[in-house]
């Protein structure tokens, strides 16, 4: 039977979120996004969609600028995602992609290119280069390269 906290309508309440996380509607998407990570964890233990909820909120809180909390929810999505996904998978890839941009907003661009580039050599050898998802990994990574690598707003990606 399907009803609030079912694993089927807290899927679809994160993809909801998602879509109004890209939308740019943050403040929609944020209690949408922390009810599916609170019903991932504590009712699933479902480690793959508790990791994705964690990325989506850390994108989100880098977003609006609340860096120690992005960093948190990124941090523990990055520790979990080879546990949920293996080290080579995509998701993994994108949840670096995330933290970089993080890093970038707060003014670390060594770490943020260092981890950029863990994640394109987890992508090649994944052989996962085509993957529609990871295109951001692979736009971000030549701008460290040329020297122009800045936070940049969700428009332009």
């Not at 949408?32 to 479902?46: H, I, K, S, V």
């Not at 989100?60 to 996904?85: G, H, N, S, V």
Request: with cysteine.
């Amino acid at each position: 039977m399907l009803g609030e906290g079912s694993e089927v309508v807290t899927g679809r309440i994160a993809n909801y979120s998602i879509y109004l996380l890209d939308s740019g509607r943050y403040a929609e998407a944020e209690p949408l996004l922390r009810q599916a990570l609170d019903t991932a964890e504590l009712r699933f233990g479902d480690r793959r969609s508790t990791v994705l909820c964690l990325n989506s909120l850390g994108r989100l809180l880098t977003e609006t600028k609340r860096y120690d909390e992005a960093r948190q929810m990124l941090e523990r999505a990055l520790a979990d995602a080879p546990i949920a996904f293996g080290d080579v998978h995509p998701n993994v890839a994108i949840i670096q992609s995330n933290m970089a941009r993080l890093l970038l907003a707060v003014d670390r661009p060594e770490q943020a290119e260092a981890l950029l580039k863990r994640a394109v050599e987890a992508v090649e050898k994944g052989g996962h280069t085509k993957e529609p998802r990871i295109h951001r990994v692979f736009w971000r990574l030549p701008n460290f390269v040329r020297g122009r690598a800045r936070p940049r707003t969700r428009s332009a990606i």
